[in-house]
């Protein structure tokens, strides 16, 4: 897994299924998750397979999450926000978790 | 302003076309997806040097090079930033170069004469089997994190493939303070014969890179990481999650705990957008990429639209900063701001400089081949990742008549998914090339269709009002 | 004696349809097909077995789509018991207006269609917002729908590929990257197929060409007018949603695997499969009017197609009058029409004739 070095920055805090993690502020949302021992992003549509990030530079697309409602997001390129909700993907997108808001 | 010239991407290559771009009087817009400029090479150089960590000294003098690069480029007034921006669309037309950009959730288009391609390169996403697992990365993603977050990985990682930046990241990390507990190396340990007149070479022009090379090797030796050379098999195990890395070398396998297994294979240029542009590619059988075909300006098949930097060929960043260089002399001459031989004359050193780098690169990709064992992935091996499709079916539809990627990716799905092919398009040419007996370059690659990044329906309807 | 019964150049939809019919009653057949990059109008397909609106001012085309979606179940049960594979054939469909205009046009136009079709004449239901709601609660504030049962959707990609597989296990050749350039009549009857380099890659004693946009060059020399043209269609795909919408519509739909589809244009452009900007927004606007969720999807891909047109949108069957024994098919609905192409117009190649009752599809019709 990873740890972090460097100083103590700025904390931002937001919420992952339930769980609130603590991240730095200018971090992707990957990074954060990582960093909180979170490997797991989502479960791929076609076998459900369960999917982390792969490459971290936007190319693979596996570390697609849900944020604030709206699905496919590229957590590797989002950057936290203080209070923002993030998902995982369990297989399809659902609907119903698109409309929440 | 409306721009002469737009550049994508603000690593070496388009940062130094951008600065002697404007240094010239061009009015330059750079686009880039990231929140600060630097590419993949020099990520997070300006965040990093305002941080007061020891990290810019963990990574290494190459890195701190970027820095110069980039402030440079801050000191010119034509330069348009347009950081957190991702290009979508790209059309090339008779009146010019149509990017469909996304800033901030909102589309927008903006066209221009000329558009410079500095993409980059990517990892060459290589299957193996447990390679879907989370806890398996690339090297790459490791260094990206790095430098971004300031992540380092667990003792107990596993570092596989081959390379240079196999042996650059296990220095990085115990710069850091972390020992990695094995590295599993494809490459042979010693530089084979038939390599030996291509290392002269290398070492002819260019020995303090030889040397830079060798010592990291060494630092790995002498801290004790344990080192085993020559791996042909390589496997990803665990449920869930990794939990454990299998490998074969020689006759046996070996099994080894891991809770991060990083993989590197090379780089290869990123050519989704050149490949989206339609432009000409052409099959780099040693390296096994594929390459835009460029004029000797660096022009590609499409009017207008210049490739320049990694994502042209791989030659590294110093290369990408003088092609930069050079290049956007070639354009502000076309633009009528410099003189064409004062273009040629500025950029005789620069050209003499490149020269100089070819010959390490050669060595390099021969001492450094994709490695054999993973280009055939076996029948159960996952090979698109997003569809979940199996080389396998790649393998039955090419014995049903499938002549090319395009019609295997209609058959199959593979390539359809949210990657849109750029993690599986290389490794199902190279199968369907071997299944058929022919090149890959017969074979061919996706046709690649907007969008090139993520945009909504919404969004896109948007352009309609 | 020549090589097969029957050659068949072109290994779309139609090709394959036909190449799989005549495995299947025995014959021995071959399929030609162009390579990778060939203009292949089935890659591009919607995927709708349709009826509604097909056929106004030739009620024998509204007929004939009406029996292919009779054959339809059956056929697709047939390929799916032989290949494993599943086309995802759903009956039931809707004809959806995004504004009143486009409702009246649907309307009248059907209204038109049934009056022809006097006694074949099929069902439909018109409903109004409040109705189609009752079915489709996420459509937006729009006219309404028009629904019948006969209309429906499938896999066309899955349909290509079992076609594919099961002409072959049933004996038929199928040689890709073999594009034909001539086909000439060999001296003691039947016909051969000459490649690009002069050579005869073939020789049958009947010849189908059903080579799409590549059909004309080759069958003008053999006394048959083709008067095609493309006709360019882009079509949206956005990523993939837990299953919702279960049937069609005219512009939208939801397809097995989650992804949404979103048509479908109609452009003059030659033989240019590229999208363009505004083509792709005004198809995702017109479509958000009628299933406003659609906004906050993704798009995924998008890309151009060309449909087979005719001037009057309705199919081309004709044998050459001077040619006998070769015999020349286009349309542009090789989906819904794929039924009646494998199972009933094999019969007419291998009888060397079309019934009367088809006389009507004969190019001829551009003349009068």
Known sequence: MFKRIGKNEQQVTFEFLHRTVIAREGDTIAAALLAAGILEFRQAPEDQSRRGPYCMIGNCFECLVQIEGLGSRQACRERVRNGMRVKPHRGRIELEEHDET | MKPDVIVIGTGPGGIASATTLAQAGVNVRIVDEQPYAGGQVYRASEKIAASRTSLREWLGSDYAQGLDLIQAARREGNIDWCFDTSVWDISCREDGIQLGLLKDEKASTIDAPHVVLATGAMERPTPFSGWTLPGVMSIGAAQTLFKDAGLIPDDDVVLAGSGPLLYLFANQLLNAGTRPGLIVDTAPKWVSARHLLQLASAARHNLPALYKGLAWRQRINRAGIPHVYGVCELHACGAGRVESVKYRNGGRIQEVPASLLLVHDGVIPNTHLSVAANCHHIWQARQRYWQPQLDVHGQTSQPGLWAVGDGAGILGAEAATLKGRILARHLAAKLGLISPNESQKTSQNDQRMLAKLIPLRRFLDQQFPPAAAFREPGNDTVVCRCEAVKAQEIRQIAKLGCVGPNQARSFTRAGMGPCMGRQCGNNVSQLLADELGKSVQEVGYYSTRPPIKPVTLGQLASLAD | ?368
């Open chain 3, 1 to 368: 004696m020549a090589d097969y019964d029957v050659a068949i150049v072109g290994g779309g939809l139609l090709g394959s349809a036909f190449g799989w019919g005549m495995a299947r009653a025995g014959q021995s057949c071959v399929v030609f097909d162009e390579g990778d990059n060939a203009i292949r109008t089935a890659r591009g397909n919607f995927g709708l077995v349709w009826v509604q609106g097909k056929g106004a001012g030739m009620p024998a085309y509204a007929a004939w789509s009406m029996k292919s979606t009779q054959l339809w179940s059956g056929f697709a049960a047939e390929l799916q018991d032989s290949t494993g594979m599943d086309l995802h054939y759903v009956k039931g469909g809707y004809d959806i207006a995004a504004d009143e205009e486009e409702y009246r046009q649907s309307i009248s136009r059907l209204q038109q269609i049934q009056d022809e079709m006097g006694s074949g004449a099929y069902t439909y239901e018109i409903l109004d917002n409040a109705q189609l709601k009752s079915v489709m609660p996420l459509i937006g504030d729009i006219p309404g729908a028009i629904y019948t049962e006969h209309d429906g959707h499938c896999n066309p990609l899955t349909l290509l590929r079992a076609l594919h597989q099961d002409m072959q296990k049933r004996g038929a050749q199928y040689r890709p990257n073999s594009p034909v350039t001539e086909v000439r009549q060999q001296t003691g009857g039947g016909y051969e197929l000459v490649d690009q380099a002069g050579q005869i890659v073939a020789s049958a004693a009947r010849v189908v060409i059903s080579a799409g946009h590549g059909s004309t060059r080759l069958a003008e020399p053999l006394g048959i007018d083709l008067p095609i043209y493309a006709d360019q269609g882009q079509v949206l795909v956005s990523e993939k949603v837990a299953p919702i919408m279960q049937y069609p519509t005219t512009g939208v739909r939801q397809t097995d695997n989650g992804s949404f589809l979103l048509g479908v244009s109609s452009k003059d452009v030659g033989l240019d499969t590229r999208t363009d900007l505004t083509t792709l927004a005004g198809i995702a606007k017109r479509c958000i009017r009628i299933f406003p969720f659609l906004a906050r999807l993704r798009l995924q891909r998008a890309w151009g197609a060309l449909r087979v047109m005719t001037p009057d949108g309705c199919p081309v069957y004709q044998q050459s009058a001077t040619y006998p024994g070769v015999f020349s098919f286009a349309c542009h609905s090789g989906v819904t029409l794929a039924a009646c192409h494998a199972l009933e117009v094999t019969k007419w190649i291998m009888d060397g004739d079309i019934p009367a009752a088809f006389e009507v599809f004969h190019p001829r019709r551009f003349h009068v």
